[in-house]
Structure formats: structure tokens, C-alpha cells
């Protein structure tokens, strides 16, 4: 079993930055393809970015790209999320997951593409 836990959320003024952390734990512990998800108030889940399982492929959504990093240490079985230049739109609860297969999806901005999840962690941009 896989567990995948969220933190580094909390409350930003518009323009400052967060760090999302995703660590993952269980008897077995891997390499997995990573997806960053967010879902604001109202709204429907969706892609915000996704790492291969070196780091050195990434993927971001439109709304986040020249913003947002996702980066990894896998020593640490950890996956982050730096968010620059955060926007009032950007308010959501971010989650993280993973995909069990060895290569990253050419779908991996679906939901359905990843098989593990965590329980967020709510991010708040206001002045």
C-alpha cells in the first residue's frame, strides 16, 4: 500500500509563493510518475503538473506554466510544488498522486491515470 500525504499549504497574499510537499510511505516505497491536481470551491478537479520519475520530464497546466515547479527527491520519497507569483484564482485544495506504471502517460493530465491519492492541502491566496 501507498500513502501519499500533503503539506506546505496555508494562507499568501497575491503575488508571494508556497511550497507544496508530497511524501510517500508504506511497506513498499517507489518511483512512481507524480501528478499535482487542485479543486477550488464550485469547481471541478483538474491538472495543475506532473514529473516523471527522474525529475527531468515535466508538464504543467496552461494556467500555471513560468509560475509553478514540480521537482522531486526521490532520497526523500518526495515530491514538490513551487508556487511563484500566486494568483487569488489559484485558491484551491492541491493533491497529490501517483501513477504505478514505470513511464509517465501520454494522458497524464486525467484523473483516471493515477491509482494513489492524497488528502490535500488547502491553499488560500487573499490580501
Known amino acids: 500500500q501507498v500513502q501519499l500525504v500533503e503539506s506546505g499549504g496555508g494562507l499568501v497574499k497575491p503575488g508571494g509563493s508556497l511550497r507544496l510537499s508530497c511524501v510517500a510511505s508504506g511497506r513498499t516505497v517507489n518511483m512512481y510518475p507524480m501528478g499535482w491536481f487542485r479543486q477550488a470551491p464550485g469547481k471541478e478537479r483538474e491538472f495543475v503538473a506532473a514529473i516523471n520519475w527522474s525529475g527531468g520530464t515535466t508538464y504543467y497546466a496552461d494556467s500555471v506554466k513560468g509560475r509553478f515547479t514540480a521537482s522531486r527527491d526521490n532520497a526523500k520519497n518526495t515530491v514538490y510544488l513551487q508556487m511563484n507569483s500566486l494568483k487569488p484564482e489559484d485558491t484551491a485544495v492541491y493533491y497529490c498522486?501517483?501513477?504505478?506504471?514505470?513511464?509517465?502517460?501520454?494522458?497524464?493530465?486525467?484523473?483516471?491515470?493515477?491509482?494513489?491519492w492524497g488528502q490535500g492541502t488547502q491553499v488560500t491566496v487573499s490580501s
Open positions: 498522486a501517483a501513477d504505478r506504471r514505470e513511464f509517465i502517460s501520454d494522458t497524464y493530465y486525467r484523473e483516471g491515470e493515477y491509482d494513489y
